[in-house]
């Protein structure tokens, strides 16, 4: 736990995976399936894992199941790799429950998701977060995905909660790099910024940002990961060729709502993931073929064929 005075800073690594929970058949979570794609992550790229995310389809997801799923991921990994468990929903009281029986678990961290559905105000997101950053003894990244919850927090709102303890860092999927911008340079010492969209990583990294929580990573994560290094290293122009060489597939994974492309690109590549739950649903001819195209063009890092 981190305590006042202390610098927050949570080493969770430049590129997390925000990775697919998979189904079994039956559209049952397929937990050694999971632990599977866990190791493989892992093995290709990925420093750190998010899961129960959106990609992760996290609305569909029962309390028990979320639970069973970190408990199955924490001990396939062991401390190789921290766990960010998504805990948060627009219920505050539920959020804080869930975050703790996480902890107890054994999850690294807890990614706080802005409310959905209920529309809160900018005050209600800072006493939102607040509150579950003091009552879990866990860092906290926030996440900030407009496109999906509607309610935008405002950067004011993100560099206010940027002084709280065991808030340590937000994925920013705004699209808005003046909001990015405004994050990095007023939020206190030591707060990241991950990007929460693939095609804004090196964008987000040019302003100051620290790395991306990604869908790609699945995919190509040893890709992206050298990307950022040669970024990080002063090595601009490779950084860029790389960026522009990876944005076809990155477009392609959102040819439709993710996770959708995700599960069929793995599918396809050879790792089984199953369907998604409804209310999504499998992909459809006209966007399999705009993922086909960039699958047959792209170099696969994710390892396939496991079965133990």
Not at 46 to 71: I, M, N, W, Y
Not at 250 to 259: M, R
Not at 263 to 291: E, H, M
Request: aromatic share 6%; proline share 6%.
């Amino acid at each position: 736990m981190l305590v006042a005075g202390e610098e927050k800073v949570a080493e969770f690594g430049r590129v997390l995976t925000a990775m697919v929970t998979p189904f079994d058949g039956r559209g049952e979570v397929d937990y050694p399936q999971a632990r599977r794609l866990a190791r493989a992550l892992l093995d290709s790229g990925s420093e750190g894992l998010v899961l129960a995310g959106t990609t992760g389809e996290s609305p569909t997801l029962t309390h028990d199941e979320k639970l069973r799923l970190f408990q199955e991921v924490r001990e396939e990994v062991g401390g190789r790799a921290p766990i960010i468990a998504g805990t948060c929903n627009y219920s505050t009281r539920e959020s804080i429950e869930l975050s703790r029986e996480a902890a107890r678990i054994g999850v690294d961290g807890i990614l706080g998701t802005v409310p959905y559905y209920n529309k809160p105000p900018q005050e209600g997101l800072y006493h939102h977060f607040k509150a579950i950053a003091e009552a879990v003894p866990l860092p906290m990244i926030l996440y900030n995905v407009p496109s999906r919850t509607v309610t935008n927090m405002l950067p004011d709102t993100t560099v206010r909660l940027s002084q709280v303890d065991n808030i340590v860092g937000i994925k920013e999927a705004s699209g808005n790099f003046e909001a990015v911008a405004k994050i990095i340079e007023q939020s206190r010492p030591g707060f990241r910024v991950w990007s929460g969209d693939d095609s804004a990583t090196l964008p987000i990294l040019a302003l100051g940002g620290y790395g991306i929580v990604s869908v790609a990573s699945h995919l190509v994560g040893r890709q992206i990961q050298r990307m950022i290094q040669a970024f990080v290293a002063g090595r601009v122009d490779e950084a860029a060729a790389l960026h522009r060489a990876l944005l076809p597939l990155f477009n392609a994974l959102f040819v439709t709502t993710n996770p959708i492309p995700l599960k069929y690109a793995l599918n396809q590549v050879g790792f089984t993931v199953g369907t998604p739950r409804l209310p999504l649903v499998p992909c459809d001819a006209k966007s399999a073929a705009v993922i086909d195209a960039e699958l047959a063009r792209a170099t696969i890092d994710l390892p396939v064929g496991i079965t133990a």
